[in-house]
């Protein structure tokens, strides 16, 4: 330090810290050569707490107020300068100034996912992350533990290892909640909540007071979201079929002719499907039944046969050996069959002349 800075430190008696960044936990008061006037006076602002250190020994802890750095106001420190015979030279001493607001939005995650069993997807890895909030409740304990000597200690400094252990003990917290993955975002309270009260004795150890944990998001692994998206479409989209007819109408009259195509080659695509399935299924029933069944009949010529010039029938073989027999039906009689061109003679068809020769050698049947 230089003339000015040794003048301007001896004859300045006010000691106070007004905090201009957003990040400062513990700041300390530089004077030259630690030199502080007996008598000078101190301000400890609303979220602030001044420690006094004396030859490396913490000698006063001053909470919020104004204070006049004299025997009665600093007993320990008094102790400690030997003030006792009204010894009022300037005294070497170091305040340190402590953020004791809360500092918030600090982030936390987990660096990889955590792997969990869970009842409706089996085995799943879950990644989360959130924020928390923090503030000094104990400056001895800090200092001792955390800042030592460091003259201007931002949280950035001590934010990942707080981070780390959130995420080291979050794996544990989650898996003995026993909760389903899908109820997981209606529980994220419930989860800040739990994480909190389970992690805070360990910040207490740094003289620090974890306020609040705030999950944010878990998220699956994206081909787990892939398929969680699927499967929730398909519950929204219902009857596939009237989705199907009514996509294509809505493209019809819209015009839109990627949308239709793309209707159609999903409805096919759909129809193929089922239809592979429908012959996988019916298919040893199909077998079975063939093996088991008799062939089917052979089918028996039908005969039209004109008496008294009027096209009658058709009539099945034992139809035409009844009008035989009945003498409605002889050589003479015109006759005609699917296939034939014209009506012909029944003399002239080999299978109604050979029923004719049977039936007039067959006796009639008996009346009555």
């Known amino acids: 330090m230089g003339l000015w800075d040794k003048v301007f430190g001896e004859f300045v008696d006010i000691i106070e810290w007004t905090d201009d960044s957003s990040d400062t936990m513990v700041y300390r008061f530089e004077r030259h050569g630690n ?19 004396n030859e490396g020994e913490i000698a006063d802890i001053l909470t919020p107020g104004m204070y ?51 009842a ?49 003990r979050y794996a544990t917290i989650l898996g003995k909640l026993d909760v389903p993955v899908l109820d997981l975002a209606s529980n994220y309270d419930t989860l ?11 910040f207490n150890q740094y003289g620090l007071e974890l306020t609040k944990v705030l999950v944010e998001n878990i998220s699956l692994p994206p081909e787990v979201e892939k398929a969680l998206d699927k499967r929730t479409s398909m519950g929204v989209i219902g009857d596939l079929d009237k989705y199907l007819k009514y996509g294509a109408s809505e493209s019809m009259q ?24 429908s012959q996988q299924s019916s298919a040893p029933a199909s077998e079975a039944s063939a093996s088991s069944a008799p062939p089917p009949l052979p089918h028996e010529q039908q005969w039209h046969v004109a008496i008294n010039n009027e096209a009658t029938g058709p009539f099945s073989y034992a139809q035409l050996t009844t009008l035989v027999q009945q003498g409605s039906l002889t050589g003479a009689s015109l006759v005609w069959s699917a296939g034939m061109e014209n009506w012909e003679t029944a003399q002239d ?8 020769d049977k039936g007039q050698n067959n006796p009639p049947p008996i009346p009555g």
């Open 192 to 202: 800040s909540g739990f994480i909190t009260e389970k992690i805070s004795p360990e």
């Open 254 to 277: 819209s015009g839109n002719s990627s949308t239709a195509s793309s209707a159609m080659e999903m409805g096919i695509g759909l129809a193929m499907a089922q239809s592979m399935t």
């Open 35 to 53: 030199e502080i006037k007996y008598g000078a006076k101190l301000t400890v602002r609303e979220s602030q707490i001044a420690v006094f250190i």
């Open 120 to 168: 409706e997807f089996d085995m799943v890895r879950l990644r989360t992350f959130g924020t928390y909030s923090v503030r000094i409740t104990d400056p001895k304990v800090f200092m001792n533990e955390i800042m030592g000597t460091d003259g201007h200690f931002t949280v950035d400094e001590i934010s990942d290892q707080l981070r780390d252990i959130i995420t080291s």
């Open 349 to 356: 068809i080999s299978y109604i002349s050979d029923i004719i």
């Open 68 to 118: 006049q750095l004299e025997t009665r106001n600093l007993p320990i420190l008094s102790t400690l300068q030997h003030w006792d015979h009204g010894f009022s030279s300037p005294f070497k001493a170091e305040v340190y100034f402590f953020n004791t607001r809360q500092f918030t939005d600090l982030k936390w995650g987990t660096k990889n996912p955590i792997m969990m069993r869970d």
